[in-house]
């Protein structure tokens, strides 16, 4: 599960990150046409934005082809400039979504075998092979010191 959080923390990251250059390409695609219409250059047809989502906006301003893209690679050893390209914003979406969905299965797994272990005791004969579990017990403890300072007070 420790891979699984990390590959759902990168995503999270690189999403965070490509939308971030995704509002600030709007941005300037809007700053250019408002110097435009300035200077006479472009038409002034104002659209109205105040009833849509910022998302309906971002897609109207920025066309599909300046929108943050990455590439996925094949292996863990993959050449530079290889894989498949694809949109930095879905791809990352799609994969929370995918990881999320697998870590709840394996919380979920992990909760019922913590339940199964603690119904049935190792030296019983219950025939359970500890071995066959994802994520078997371990013979460890966790050990938690806390340090109190008492304050001696007049009154």
Not at 134 to 146: D, E, N, Q, R
Request: glycine letters at 6%; aromatic letters at 8%.
């Amino acid at each position: 599960m420790p891979e699984l959080y990390d590959r759902r923390l990168a995503a999270s990251n690189k999403l965070e990150s490509a939308e971030t250059k995704l509002i600030s390409i709007a941005n300037k695609i809007r700053r250019n046409h408002e110097t435009a219409v300035r200077k006479g250059k472009a038409s002034a047809e104002e659209k109205n934005y105040t009833g849509s989502t910022t998302k309906n906006i971002v897609d109207e301003l920025v066309p599909r082809d300046q929108r943050p893209t990455h590439r996925i690679s094949k292996g863990k050893f993959s050449l530079p400039f290889t894989g498949e390209k694809v949109d930095s914003i879905e791809w990352c979406r799609k994969e929370i979504e995918e990881t999320t969905r697998e870590l709840e299965n394996g919380r979920g797994l992990l909760k019922a075998e913590i339940t199964l272990a603690k119904a049935t005791p190792e030296g019983s004969g219950s025939g359970h092979n500890w071995k066959d579990l994802k994520y078997p017990p371990l013979s460890s403890a966790f050990i938690l010191y806390v340090f109190a300072t008492l304050r001696w007070s007049k009154y």
